[in-house]
Structure formats: structure tokens, C-alpha cells
């Protein structure tokens, strides 16, 4: 593997100093980008464009072509676990993600498999593989995986929800078989997120994406002590180099202190919390990753520059952020604005 | 007016020592109910049931005939004001609310008028006057508005939305002109609230449906100082007695120490929110109203009844407690379901 040119997110995510914050963007390999469509409509289908190597490279590497910044992102779907687990992942256009066969009976989770990613996830430790090879060491690679929890709603639910009638309805009614299927879905991320650590992934992060739709008490036994669980399942070290992990529910700014102690570096933070206010909660336990609205991106340039030099000055002085938006950037933004964005933390930041 | 029999929901808005937990539901008066649907088809839609006093009065007391709950809640909608300043509210079944005429421009917001309750919404003042009459001192009645912010988001994306693109393009490039129709909602509401006060409404609570949809500095700054205006502008008493205001925020657990200080006296808590955390946060400052997730109604008696348990352990002893969902009750529950909740916080809390 080539040596890695640009260490600013690693340092960063081990409250080391840096010369300037480091940046990704959730989503940068997205439909905002003119090159990205491009590529998409080649691919055909989403899933399509996932699941062939060579494309899915190519939208990976797509946004550090355009901006500075200091980290790529696998590109894939959080939902890659049950597809391969046979639901029949497929998207609608204008719509979210949606399941054939979604799981709703006692006999259904029995019926589900542990995934076996050699086997049935090939295409994307292929992807990770290509993806660090075409890097060249530029900046470090981020796997991924949705949290059990948000899998389990969307394989319930059978697409994406409002109010998780029939996923909360399981959690309080049937505890044990939610528990089961949880159960099913961290092995599965743990033997899924080792896979793309030894196919080349350098950072790993789990998207809990509907954690904050539960209640307190539901959110510490339904999410979070899953994602506890694949934090001490995952491999630490790789190339001679921690493996560090970044945790982000969105919503779960109550939980801090809790996400904190499973053992990750990394918060991810979505705009709702000052992020001030959350490192004095955390501390130096763990770095925070965030946390720009998204909607920002939609002002303009001057507008773009005060926000990320509020949320600088909320961090505050010292090591331990790396700058991101507080969810994924969304089709409608203008690329110059994402490059005022990023430009800006750099700028501001530089020590 | 009849004397109060039942005056538990006040004491604990005061903060002083009650027999029981008090609690109420909101949209308690709703579609869950066999008896609200049979109203509402006699009245045809949605908004010619809020409009017809006689109709409105009936499906706000049916919860009360068979339920023992310690408060009644006006049958209205959040969205009267921007109704009565002309947009046009409808509703298309299985949809939410929209609006025939958004607000867009300058020019739209420069239009509108401050609400005149007296003459542009009497019919909910009527509705008030009824319900107390035919109330009988039974239980305290509630009035309620939505925030200036959540009236906002739906006069400018015309309809509730996901991401609120429109509403904070407009904060965030037009922050003046958000501010302007923000002062023009602000003064509004607290025409409206005290028009409802002085027709009857002993206690107010202010819906920020959408408050939690923003960073914190943009809720401080966007939604939070309207309701503090709003709650400096209103009558603070009423028949010899205090009128306490109630601010909720959904998905507003992070502000809980902003929102004690505008001088309101309960914050209403979604199910997110820890209420025994929220309570060292906030101390005897304010009393907390919440805050079972509606999906618990979902399942079974026993989990249901742990749950109250569970809520009440939390919040611990002493006074400042009324108890509640952390959102409105949904049309798919058992009314049954409903009993058992109301039954056990009775039962489970009585000193």
C-alpha cells in the first residue's frame, strides 16, 4: 500500500494536533455532483452502481478530484446487510430505499442469516480494495456500516418510516425477538466492517440514522448495546496503525456520554448540539465529528463562511475535530457552495 | 363559571403537592377514538369540524366521558393563524396539512397581517367559551398555538416537509425577512392566547412541532425568543388565578435550560428526554409534562403499565410532574390501550 500523504482526519480522531481541521462531507460521493449523475446513469440503478467495482471506485474518488479534502468514503448503501441477507433491497426513483421480503414474523428472523461478507459481500471489499489502490495514499479510507438498529427498521418497516410503527411495536411487544435479530445484525456488521479493514478501510463508521427515534431507556438497550458490541468485536489495528471508529446518531445528543463509553474515538455530531457544549460533556475520550447543518449549503458564500467559523469557535482551541455537516449533503447543492464549505474550514482553522 | 372540581393539572404546574400524578394526552380528542370519527364524518372535513363550535366542543370533551383525565384541551388545529391570514389551509385525506398560498417573497410576508382574533377567529373563542360551560368546572381547559417558527415552516414550504428546504433557505439567506413574518406570528399568537384566555382557557401550551429541526443557534435565535415574547405578552391571570404557559419543543431535550428561562412554567418533554436527567437540569424552575412514546400504546397492558412505572420512578418524588405522551396520541391505537395508561399513572403514582 502507498504511504499515506495527508494524516490530518487519523491525527484528528486521536486528539492529536493538526495543522488545520480536517474535513469530509457525509454523502460527498452524491447527486449533487454533475460527475457523479454521470457516472449513475451509466451504472444504470443505485444498487447497480454499488455493486460494480469499478464505478463504485469511480464515484468514491469523485469529490477529491473537485475539493481539499481530507478523507474518501467508501461509496455503498447502509442497507448492503440485509440485501445480502435476501430481502431485496431496491430503490424507487424519488423514493428511499425499500425491501421485497421485509422481515415481520417470529419465523422470518429465525429464517435470516448471519451474512457472511467473503461470500456474499464480495463486490464491496472489492470496492474498498480498488478504492485504496487508486488513492495512492492521498488520504485515508473510510468504511462503513448502518447500526443494527436502524437496519432492523428499515428490514421491518420494509422502507423508511415516520414513526417505526411496526419496528417499535416489535422492540415493546416482542422484546426478545428484536433482541434476536439485533443479535443477528451486529455479528453481521462486525464479520462486514473487519472485511473492509482487512480489504484496506482505515476508519470505520457506523450510521445509526433512526437511534434518536427511541425513547432514553430503548435507545441504551436497543442501540447503542449493539453498537457497543461491534466496537469490541472489531479488529484495532491494521497496517501497523490503529483502526479508529467513529459512532453517529443522528438525534442522539442525549446520549453523548453513554456513546462515548462503548470505547469508539469518535462522535459524530448532527447539528442540533452546540458541539461546544458536547466536548465539555465528553471531554478528551473521544474526538467529535461535525456538525454544519446541511441546509447552510443552500445560503450563500458569506453565510457558509460565518456558520463554519461559529462552529470552529463553539470547538474551541485544541485537537480532537474533524469538520463535517450534521447529516449528508443533500441533491440540491450547488458544488461551488460544498467548495466555499470546505475551503473555509481549512482557511479559518489553519494554525 | 362553575368551580374547579378537579384542580391536580394546576397544582403541579405550580409545583405543589397533588394527590396523584395529573395527566392528559395530547390530541387526546382524535381519530383514535370511534366516537371522534362518527363527529367528524357527521361534519365533513377536517377544518369545518375545528370551525363548528357546537362539534368542537363535543369531540373535546368525548375523551373526558371515558377516560379520567385531569385536563381538557381545546379541539383545534395549530394552524388557524395562518388560515385566518388568508393562505388557506386544507387537508387532503391521508396527507397532512397544506396550503393553497404559501408564503415565498417579500412581498407575500409584507401582505400579511397581524391576526385580529376578535374578528378573524372567533370561532375558536366560541368553541373556548362553550367547552367551559359544558365543562362545569369538571377539569381545567387548555388553550394552544403553534410557535411563530412552526407556524413558518408550513407557510413556506406549504405543507410539512422532511428537511424544511424552503423555510431555511430563507433563515439563512433572508435572515431579516424570516424575523419579519416571525414578529408578525409572534404578535398574532399572543393575540390569539390571550383572546382564548379571556374566553375561558386556564392553562396555554405552545407547539413547537418543528423548533427541534434547527441548530441550537438558530432555535435560540429563530424559535425560542418568539416564545419568549410570547410568553412576556400574555395575561398572567384570570379569574383569580395564575394562567400557566406550557412551551414544547419536540426534539428539544438540548434547550431545556433556554426554554425555563422565558418564564414559562412547564416544559412539555417528547420521549427522547430522560425526565429524571431533565429534571436535575432544570430543577423546580419549571414543571415537566411528558413522556411516554406514543408507540408503548402499541403493545400489550403489562409493558404499558412498566412503562408508567418506569417514567414515574424517573422523575422521582415530590411535585412539578404532569404526566403525558411526548407526542400526540396516533389514530391506529387501541382506545382501550388508552385506558390502561391513564388508569395506571392514577393508580401507580397515588401518595
Not at 443494527?148 to 422484546?175: C, H, N
Not at 468485536?233 to 438525534?251: C, M, Y
Not at 465529528?289 to 441546509?295: L, W
Request: include cysteine; hydrophobic fraction near 45%; proline fraction near 4%.
Amino acid at each position: 500500500m502507498s504511504e499515506l500523504k495527508n494524516d490530518r482526519f487519523l491525527k484528528a480522531l486521536a486528539r492529536q494536533p493538526v495543522d488545520r481541521t480536517p474535513i469530509w462531507m457525509m454523502r460527498q460521493a452524491g447527486r449533487y455532483l454533475p460527475e457523479y449523475r454521470a457516472t449513475r446513469s451509466q451504472a444504470g440503478d443505485f444498487m447497480s452502481l454499488c455493486k460494480n467495482t469499478e464505478l463504485a471506485c469511480e464515484v468514491t474518488l469523485q469529490p477529491l478530484e473537485r475539493y481539499d479534502l481530507d478523507a474518501a468514503i467508501l461509496f455503498s448503501d447502509i442497507l448492503t446487510i440485509p440485501d445480502a441477507m435476501g430481502l431485496g433491497l431496491y430503490f424507487e426513483e424519488g423514493e428511499g430505499p425499500k425491501f421485497r421480503k421485509p422481515v415481520r414474523t417470529e419465523a422470518d428472523i429465525e429464517q435470516l442469516n448471519v451474512v457472511d461478507t467473503a461470500s456474499d459481500l464480495a463486490y464491496v471489499t472489492d470496492a474498498v480494495a480498488m478504492i485504496r489502490r487508486e488513492l495512492h495514499g492521498r488520504v485515508p479510507l473510510i468504511g462503513f456500516s448502518g447500526s443494527p438498529w436502524t437496519l432492523a427498521t428499515y428490514m421491518i418497516e420494509g422502507q423508511s418510516s415516520r414513526d417505526f410503527a411496526r419496528a417499535k411495536t416489535m422492540l415493546y411487544t416482542q422484546p426478545e425477538l428484536m433482541h434476536q435479530l439485533l443479535d443477528k445484525l451486529a455479528l453481521s456488521v462486525i464479520d462486514y466492517l473487519n472485511a473492509q479493514i482487512s480489504a484496506g478501510a482505515q476508519v470505520v463508521q457506523i450510521f445509526d440514522t433512526w437511534g434518536g427515534a427511541l425513547s432514553h431507556a430503548a435507545y441504551l438497550e436497543f442501540s447503542l448495546a449493539y453498537m457497543q458490541k461491534i466496537v469490541s468485536g472489531l479488529i484495532k489495528h491494521a497496517e501497523g496503525r490503529d483502526v479508529p471508529v467513529i459512532l453517529f446518531t443522528k438525534g442522539g445528543g442525549h446520549w453523548l456520554e453513554a456513546m462515548a463509553e462503548t470505547g469508539c474515538d469518535a462522535l459524530g455530531l448532527d447539528w442540533t448540539v452546540d458541539i461546544g457544549a458536547a466536548r465539555a460533556r465528553v471531554g478528551n475520550q473521544v474526538a467529535l465529528q461535525g456538525n454544519m447543518d446541511p441546509a447552510v449549503l443552500r445560503s450563500d458564500p458569506a453565510r457558509i463562511e460565518a456558520e463554519v467559523a461559529t462552529i470552529l469557535q463553539s470547538f474551541g482551541t485544541g485537537s480532537g475535530h474533524i469538520f463535517n455537516l450534521g447529516h449528508g449533503i443533500t441533491p440540491d447543492i450547488d458544488p461551488a457552495h460544498a467548495k466555499v464549505f470546505i475551503d473555509a474550514v481549512h482557511r479559518f482553522s489553519a494554525r
